[in-house]
């Protein structure tokens, strides 16, 4: 890989790939590691001899284009690891009211159950 003619984000791709590839997690995809931020992004400076004037900048812009890239996720404790790596998660809105819907009305019903009952043995 040119590091120098690629994109921050593209080497930063490449280095997630290549450091999964190290740690030989390649045949199960359930052990794909995630790196914490601060040392892919170190890692990408690196790569491509960036010049950097101010580290908190340069840590900021990279950091900001991983966030708004779509091959990069956010795992947990500042670590991302690439999309393709975990399953995509299916939300489906109709579902989850009309679970949410059905929890409400079970709700509904135990308390009203709970409020007749009390008002019985009041008689």
Known sequence: MDYLKSTDVEVAAYILAEHNADLGNVVDSSAYEPMYYKDLIMEVIKRKKKPVQSLPEAISEIYTQINMDGRFTYRNDGKWGL????????????????????????????NDTHKFESIQENN
């Open 83 to 110: 999309t393709e790596w975990y399953p995509v998660e299916k939300k489906s809105s109709r579902g989850a009211r009309s679970v949410s819907r059905e929890a409400a009305l079970e709700k509904k019903k135990a």
